[in-house]
């Protein structure tokens, strides 16, 4: 079966950094597509970068220049480095992984808090 799980979640100062992973069995990232995605309280959860199987990346906007998502094939995990953290970003963080043909697996979430 597969299985995501984040790590890597905590407390951080504002302009800290944190290193997220998201360590998979069951399935193989590189051939897939992976991404992180946030929920905030009483917020929709929110696409904050991928990983594409073609290997090119993609950020949201209020993370470009912050945040840093790579991939570790040989231990099938995905990475989200974040730096220069912003109170804003305080959510529960989740991995994502969808197939070529669209069906998608999640994590149970990390939870990252940021304070001022």
């Known amino acids: 079966q597969v299985q995501l799980v984040e790590s890597g979640g905590g407390l951080a100062q504002a302009g800290g950094s944190l290193r997220l992973s998201c360590a998979a069995s069951?399935?193989?990232?590189?051939?897939?597509?992976m991404g992180w995605y946030r929920q905030a309280p009483e917020k929709q959860r929110e696409l904050v970068a991928v990983f594409t199987k073609g290997g090119s990346t993609n950020y949201a906007d209020s993370v470009k220049g912050r945040f840093t998502i790579s991939r570790d094939n040989a231990k099938n995990t995905v990475y989200l480095q974040m730096n220069s953290l912003k109170p804003e970003d305080t959510a529960v963080y989740y991995c994502n992984v969808r197939t070529v043909d669209y069906y998608e697996y999640w994590g149970q979430g990390t939870q990252v808090t940021v304070s001022s």
């Open positions: 069951g399935i193989i990232f590189s051939i897939n597509t």
